[in-house]
């Protein structure tokens, strides 16, 4: 840890202080309406989980939160970026604007972790029956915001500003063809009218502790770009390879190649770089080779210079090796989603927040991650900060939890009620620092 991050983490620790001895009755009283939502909050996680959708396909999630905010007498807009739903409280005072993020969508996973509440669910995706599942806890984003909403319309008078509630579909990416998510919501104009001054977001952790928060100043997540490369070559009797030009062993050369920009060509020691090929597509029959082979991968980086120079040598790499066998790479990139960027001064400023919602002890600082989030096409607009919730049940080893993205999948519900009280505590402490 640099000692700038140490001298910022000894001033938050004065300023924690502080802040307990000013806003003790506020954290109370937080801390209390929070707990009161708690059974509510549970219901709606499990309802969801059991009830998953795909990405803008959220049609029955998206109708339960908009009923929902509606019973709140929160003005409700419907159908932003597909199936989106965006409301705002106004307070009782004039002020800034502050949004809260939570993504709906689950995935092409079948679950079997034996939760009596399990997802049974079935879709479509990529021409494949799939079963479909929260297997990324956006089910306990949806409930925890929920949450929040109930507890800041009860302090709706004291509330000095805006708070714009934003359910977001297609986080983990939309059908092929489709456009969706963060990028979606903020060309139909999420974060204007009225504009967003600051936005905030959580994402469950399943190998953290229950209890616990975390974040990290700058770069938090990397990130993420999908690449396709096509080889082409000539097709030929898989008996007679010399009247070919060999699109799979090429493919497999490329594929190889590729390893060598991590290993070789990347600067390690500055940012993480990670190039995984995902998937491999090519001929119909074991006796014909083929005339092309489809590869497809993701890239991750966590600075946009060495972006721009991965993006660079994949197109090399392919494309020189593919020449020299005779055959011909072409090679697509497409941005998912940009580092997930949490502003300095922002977080700065809120982690006094999170040591109000969680207890100075159980606030960390995380090393960067290359799992990605298109939360972050909200911080390229509005200064953003993006915390983690602990969801690992207590005293387990983070080991023997079943990662993110698979069928084991599990979240410890007693974390939640901190969810609440993070998104409540940062919006509330937002407003009122703003006021000043």
């Given at each position: 840890m640099t000692s700038r991050y140490l001298l910022a983490l000894a001033a938050t620790a004065v300023a924690t202080t502080t802040g307990f001895a000013q806003n003790a009755a506020l954290t109370e009283r937080i801390a209390k309406l929070s707990q009161q939502q708690e059974a509510k909050v549970v219901a709606w996680r499990r309802d969801i989980h059991e009830h998953p959708e795909l990405g803008n396909q959220e049609t029955r999630t998206a109708a339960l939160v908009a009923e929902h905010l509606r019973k709140l007498g929160l003005e409700v807009q419907t159908?932003?970026?597909?199936?989106?739903?965006?409301?705002?409280?106004?307070?009782?005072?004039?002020?800034?604007?502050?949004?809260?993020?939570?993504?709906?969508?689950?995935?092409?996973?079948?679950?079997?972790?034996?939760?009596?509440?399990?997802?049974?669910?079935?879709?479509?995706?990529?021409?494949?029956?799939?079963?479909?599942?929260?297997?990324?806890?956006?089910?306990?984003?949806?409930?925890?915001?929920?949450?929040?909403?109930?507890?800041?319309?009860?302090?709706?008078?004291?509330?000095?500003?805006?708070?714009?509630?934003?359910?977001?579909?297609?986080?983990?990416?939309?059908?092929?063809?489709?456009?969706?998510?963060?990028?979606?919501?903020?060309?139909?104009?999420?974060?204007?009218?009225?504009?967003?001054?600051?936005?905030?977001?959580?994402?469950?952790?399943?190998?953290?502790?229950?209890?616990?928060?975390?974040?990290?100043?700058?770069?938090?997540?990397?990130?993420?770009?999908?690449?396709?490369?096509?080889?082409?070559?000539?097709s030929a009797h898989g008996a007679y390879p010399w009247l070919a030009v060999d699109p799979v062993v090429t493919a497999a050369q490329v594929i190889m190649g590729l390893q060598t920009i991590v290993s070789r060509q990347a600067q390690l020691t500055e940012d993480a770089v990670v190039l995984t090929v995902g998937m491999v597509h090519g001929g119909v029959r074991n006796n014909i080779i083929p005339e092309q082979v489809e590869l497809t991968g993701t890239i991750r980086c966590l600075n946009q210079e060495m972006q721009q120079k991965v993006w660079a040598a994949v197109r090399r790499t392919a494309t020189n090796i593919a020449e020299s066998a005779g055959a011909t790479a072409e090679v697509d990139i497409v941005n998912y989603a940009p580092i997930t960027y949490n502003d300095p001064r922002l977080t700065e400023q809120m982690v006094p927040s999170l040591s109000r919602a969680a207890g100075p002890a159980n606030v960390s600082v995380q090393k960067a991650v290359t799992g990605a989030e298109d939360f972050a096409f909200y911080q390229e607009k509005v200064p953003g900060v993006f915390v983690f919730v602990g969801g690992m049940p207590k005293g387990k080893n983070p080991a023997d939890t079943a990662p993110h993205h698979t069928a084991g999948f599990f979240v410890d519900e007693s974390g939640l009620t901190l969810g609440v009280r993070t998104l409540v505590t940062l919006a509330t402490d937002y407003l009122a620092a703003a006021k000043k």
């Open positions: 159908g932003v970026a597909r199936t989106g739903v965006v409301a705002l409280l106004k307070g009782g005072k004039p002020g800034p604007v502050v949004a809260l993020r939570a993504d709906m969508d689950g995935l092409p996973v079948t679950e079997s972790n034996g939760l009596p509440f399990a997802s049974k669910a079935h879709a479509q995706y990529n021409g494949q029956e799939v079963g479909v599942m929260h297997a990324c806890g956006h089910d306990t984003h949806v409930a925890m915001l929920l949450g929040a909403a109930e507890v800041l319309v009860q302090m709706r008078q004291d509330l000095a500003g805006t708070v714009k509630f934003i359910f977001q579909p297609a986080e983990e990416g939309s059908l092929p063809g489709q456009e969706g998510g963060a990028r979606l919501m903020v060309k139909e104009g999420v974060l204007q009218n009225p504009k967003v001054d600051a936005i905030f977001g959580l994402h469950i952790q399943a190998q953290t502790e229950v209890g616990k928060l975390s974040y990290r100043p700058g770069g938090e997540m990397a990130s993420s770009d999908v690449f396709t490369i096509k080889v082409k070559g000539k």
